[in-house]
Each structure stands twice: as C-alpha cells, then as structure tokens.
C-alpha cells in the first residue's frame, strides 16, 4: 500500500510543527469564539436569506454572518469587489499572521469546492434575464477558484506559488496534508494551508437536487439522520519545519503527525460502502505517523448525516478503531466543502489545545449498524493527546490526517 | 532527485496524437476558428475546438454521461500512458498519483445545471448533471478508467496551473512508494467562457492571435487536454519545476517572470516555450525573455493552437519536448516581424539543443517556469 506520509521513506522526515492557526465559520470568527461555540455545543445553523430556498426541500445552512465579515473590509474600492470569500480568507490568514507576523510562506496549499460561485451567478442571470451587467468584469474577474486565496496573500504582501486542490469535499484536507508533506519531506520549512467556501445557490440547489441535504437538523451517525445542512467559512494553518520554529523561537501549538489519501474509483458521488477508501485513507495516516489505532484519543468524523457517507465511514471507523470517542461537527455549523477539513482541523487543534472533546449534537440514539463512541451534544473534557480527522468528497476521495500535542 | 518525462499525450483543436499535431505545427497549420453563438447573447465568438471526429474513440461506461472535459481528459491521460509503456491495470494503482490542471472546469454541464435553476426554478436541478460540474469529476473519472486508487489531486488555477500541477507531481514523487505521476491539464470551450473573457477585455472577436503585438488585442480560447507520465526515468528531464509565485497587478508579471527566469537560465537555454497570447502577458514575457535569456530562440503556439488555460502549459511542456526531440521549432504564426526575441518565424532547425524553458504567466495573477533537458 502506498504511504504518502512516510515521505520519502526515511526515518529522520522533519517533524511539521503548527504555529499559528485562523478561522471563520458559523462557529465564530477567530479561535475564541470557535472554542466558546464547540464548549457550549452551538448550533449555528440559521435559515438561509442570500437567495431563495423556497423550491429546495432543505432551507438552513450554516452561515457566516456579513454584517460582520463585511464591516471590517474597509471602503477601498479594490476591496469592495472582492467576493465575500476572500473576505473570509482574508480574516483566516490575518488571525494566523496576528500570531506569527514572521512566518514567510514558501508555499500556499488551500482547498476548496467552488470559489467564487455566487459571482458566476450574478454574471449568467444578468446575461440570461437582460439584467446590469456593468458589474460583470468585477464578477468575472473575482470568480476563479484561486482568486480568495491570491487576494488574501495580497492584502499581506505574501506573493508565494499558490496551489487551489479542489478535490470535493476533501480538499481542505488534502490540501493540509499535501502541505504536511512537503515540510516533511524536507523541501519546505513554512507551508500555509488550509480551505474556504463560501455557499452558494448552485451547490446548495445541487446538494438539494441529489436530496443529500435535509429539510430537519443534521445528525451525524443518528438512527433518525435524514442529510446535510450546507455551511461556509475558511481555515488557514501555519506550518513549519519543528526545528525550524523552535530555532526562530515561534510557539508550537501542535504536531500534523500523518496523512492518508485514497481513491476508491466506486461511484462519482457516494462512497463504497464497505468504507474501503476511508478505511485506507485513516490507515495510511495511521501508518504514516508510525502510530497505532489504540493511539487515537479522538476522531472528527467526515459525517455529513447523509445515509450513505455515514455508514461507510461508520463501518470504517469501527473496522479500525475500538471504542475511540467519534463526533462530526457538522451538526453545529454545516458542511463546509473545500473549508470543512481546514476548519475541523483547527477543532481538533482546538481539542487539543483545551483537552475537551468536540460534541455531535442533535443525536438521539446511534443507527443501529453502527458501532462507534459518540461524543453526544456535550463537550466533556478529556485527556486527549492524538486527534484523526476525517474528510470524504465526490469521486471517491479520502483524506486523513492526525494531529498530536507538540512534546519537545 | 530525478523526475523525468515517460510518455505524453494530447487532444487538441488541431487533432490528437502527438506527432500528427507536431508536424502540423512544423508546416505552419493552424486551427481552424468555430463560430459560437448563444440563444440570449448577442454576439459571436470564435474559438479553435476539437474536432469530433477526434473523440469519436473515447468511450468508457464511466464517460457516458460525462462532459466532453472528461472525454479530453481520458483521452489524453490513456495515450500518455501508452506513450510510456503502460495499459490501464497494468501499472499499480496505488503506486500512481493522477493529478489534474484545471481552470474553468465543466463549463458546459455547469451552465446547462444552472441554466435549468434560473428558466424554471430550483425543483427543475438535475441531480445528474450536478456531480459533472464539480472541478474534480474529470479526475473522478479518469481514476476510474485507470484503476487509480492512491493520490488523486484537481489543482484549479489559471494558465500557469499546468505548472503548479507538475511541481506538485515533483513534490509527490519526493515519495518513493510512488513509481508515476500523470499530470493532466483539461479545459472545455462554452460560448460563456467567451463572452466572460470578452469582459474581462482579454478576447478578441476573431483570430489570428498576434504574438508579443505592441498592440494587445486579445485571445481566442480553445479546448482540450494534455498529458504528461512522470516517472524516475524517461528521455526528457524535468531538471527544475519552478514553483513561480503570484503577482498583485498585471504590471508586476514581468519582474516575477525575470525571477523564474533567472533561476532557471543558470545553464544553456536553446528555446524558450513561451505562453505568449496576445494579451498583457506577451509584454511582460518579452521584456522577461529579452533581458534574462537574449540568446535563446522563443515559440508559442497559442496562435496555431489557441489559448487553452487549464491544458495550455501542460501542451507547452509537450511543445518544449517535440522541439527538442527534432531539434526544431515550428513557425510563430502571425508575429509581427519587428519583434525582437530570436522568434521562430520560420520553420527553425536547433541543432544540438538539449534544454528548453517552459514560461507560463496566467492571466489571472500566477506564474510558473520549468526546465526540460532530452537526454
């Protein structure tokens, strides 16, 4: 089995060192709020207002308020055309740089699922409905998928090679574990990382049309689950070589210990259902870190609550795990896409951090094929020193990454 | 570490198979511009397409409802494979990584979803065309047909993404457990994609494509895909995959592109495959080239092939491969003879040229280099 994590296979890899982190997501803006959200088990999913859902059976989603992501933009014009999305990569990457105002990237690796989408939106029913479109090279312009990201490194005068990773759901976390590799491996010492989406009515009606959203509450691994709930928001991490970071005095806040990928070739939008590629995905990160299953305190599920995603990953879960506490936190804050990795990575960072285990909410009684540990609707605090993260996206991608608490 | 060029495939407006469109090139063929109209736009575009009957052979269960993004893509991706040696479920899939350059993505299934959303509301959303207009499903697809099962990665960026995808190829064969990399580049033309360039001021209404022009006039978008098999030995080096960097302002391009340059001229460069393409891009090229790598002939085939984003670089590094291979460069079309790079206005023997450099400045704020040696 290939193991990207061992990197080139040798046994002095680099250890990758997490020094600063930013976040924005339903949760809140920036680590404070997240922590407040994820202790008192918030559910920050709200009806949905930027477009009309009256025809979509599902209505909510998780959403980043504009009031406030938009406030602090200034009156620039440049800024004023910016889509909300890079708005929100902007305030990640100002959190991470509020932290390490020294770390100079190499490289920046962000996922997401479909960047500006809204503004190809505006563009086509202006065309279509003979609308303004005086506005259209500012939409067109602000649409491509690594324009948030360009902008954001731009407002920091950061001008490093950006790689978009776009691989559905799971490209927030292929794009932190591609960076893990990179600084393991040697070739980088300061890798930034992380994703963002912002929602969309394309995505939320394709996500409808599929009925993989659900008109009542997300609730991951529930008997009663009946889908998803959309969400938005950006993650960014700071990585760097470990002996880098202590050489330049800079805080560790954890480890990325290991990284999985798998394709399972099985279907363009549902998941073997033996749970093989997740299974291969969590296995490699396992075998990546040079760490057992029975080292793993805590997983943040993939957990959408749709039927299918969460009996596969279920299945891989138990095939591999014995009695590991389990949550999705999709249930909070909605299915992020391209951001849901990066932000679930901050969390279990977060976990880490502050020694709580983040809650599944909504959850009444566990599907009955399933055998997993649910964290249900609380944040106990607990012992935790090794976090799994989980991420699955159409066409059978699969992503794993495990973090640890930074031990000199 | 080695990474070298095993095999390469491409489909383009001027046909599939690599050395059919090379000597196309070499004889100064250009493609032929298709009229594209819409029902609720009024105006026309032209843009340089694939032929059909190119595609006529593509066929896979797994592309049967797949947009014609996917059907480049397989395309390529299966005659780069052959091109080194190996069948799809010969190779070991998990010892293979896929990864794909895309910018625009499935435009098409893309519109035709949203299309039915804004006519006749959202019930009316086609829970079939909606996983074709996600970046990855080309990818999905193509995995699939190769029995890939290990890292599967989209990159999305502009025209320089071809680029990106194989630096990052390059930072995933770091790894030993993988024994290849196939990078593919894919784009597909809508009469959207047009109009929104158009826009954006950066297309014009109808060909030619005037290379490094004082006068910036505009492109003329084009489709298809390119393929690239890396692995650890092969008759082409990739020496140095310059990871470029992104600019704030158009303006800046040029000092980015001088960097690249720079960095990657610190040995003889015989040709540099430009991505020159009639817009603010050629300026800032030319002025990189002239200062940087004086001596080196240049060619861009954007005017016989057409400007295809997401596929464009990785059909340069196909280019910079055949010149060096035959040692000679095919004719810049419609360059203004008072350019004063070494531009091949003609037909051009090298004799003896072994290193080409690979220039990719996107319109959309990245840029990227390479350097390919032949053995």
Known sequence: ?408 | MSLAIAGVGWVTPLGGGVDSVWDQLLRGHEASATTMSEQFGDRSYSAFRVPESVMASVAHPRLRRASVISRFAAAAGLDALRAGGLEPGSHNGERTALIFAISNGGVVYTKRFYSNIVESGAQSASPLLFPETVFNAPASHLAAILGITGATYTLVGDGAVGLAAIKMAEDLMANETLDYCLVVGTEEIDWLLCDAYRRWRLLRSSPPIEPFNEQQRGMILSEGAGAILLAREGPFTIECAHPGGCFSKRTEAGDILKQILSDLSETQIDVVISGANGTFVDQAESEAIGQIVPDALVYTGKPALGESVGAAAVWQVILAAQALRSAELPPVLHAHSAVTMRLSHSRTSMPGARRAIVLSCGVNQQAAGLRLAIQ
């Open chain 1, 1 to 408: 089995m290939a193991q990207p994590g061992s990197a080139t296979g040798k046994k002095d890899a680099a250890r990758v060192a997490v020094v600063a982190e930013g976040v924005i997501s339903p949760l809140g803006f920036g680590l404070t709020e997240t922590l407040d959200s994820l202790r008192k088990s918030r559910d920050c999913v709200s009806p949905v207002k930027r477009f009309s859902v009256a025809q979509c059976r599902c209505k909510t989603a998780g959403q980043v308020s504009d009031d406030r992501l938009l406030a602090g933009r200034g009156e620039a014009p440049r800024s004023r055309r910016l889509h909300r999305a890079s708005h929100m990569m902007i305030q990640a990457l100002k959190e991470v740089l509020a932290q390490e105002p020294r770390f100079e990237p190499e490289l920046t690796v962000i996922g997401t699922t479909s960047g500006g989408m809204s503004y190809g939106e505006y563009y086509y029913r202006s065309l279509r409905q003979a609308g303004d479109l005086r506005r259209a090279p500012t939409w067109i312009a602000n649409y491509p998928a690594q324009k948030p990201v360009i902008d954001a490194q731009v407002a920091f005068g950061i001008s490093a090679p950006c790689q978009v990773i776009a691989n559905a759901c799971a490209s927030g976390t292929n794009a932190i574990g591609h960076a893990f590799e990179c600084v393991r491996s040697g070739r980088y010492q300061r890798v930034l990382a992380g994703g963002y989406d912002a929602i969309s009515e394309l995505v939320f009606t394709g996500f409808d049309s599929l009925q993989a959203s659900t008109p009542e509450k997300c609730r991951p691994f529930d008997r009663q689950r009946t889908g998803m709930v959309l969400g938005e928001g950006a993650a960014v991490l700071a990585l760097e070589n470990l002996a880098s970071a202590q050489q330049r005095g800079a805080p560790v806040l954890a480890e990325i210990i290991g990284y999985g990928i798998s394709t399972d070739n099985f279907h363009i939008t549902q998941p073997d259902p033996t749970g093989i590629g997740a299974q291969k995905a969590m296995q490699q990160a396992l075998q990546s870190a040079h760490v057992s299953a029975a080292a793993v305190d805590y997983i943040n599920a993939h957990g959408t609550a749709t039927l299918f995603n969460d009996a596969a990953e279920g299945k891989a879960i138990s095939a591999l795990f014995n009695g590991v506490p389990v949550s999705s936190t999709k249930g909070m804050m909605g299915h992020s896409l391209g951001a849901a990795g990066a932000i679930e990575a901050i969390i279990c960072l977060l976990a880490l951090q502050h020694q709580f285990l983040p809650p599944n909410i909504n959850f009444g009684a566990l599907d009955d094929h399933l055998d997993l540990n649910i964290v249900a609707n609380k944040a106990p605090p607990a012992v935790l020193r090794t976090a799994l993260s989980n991420s699955f996206g159409f066409g059978g991608t699969n992503a794993s990454i495990l973090m640890r608490t930074f031990e000199a």
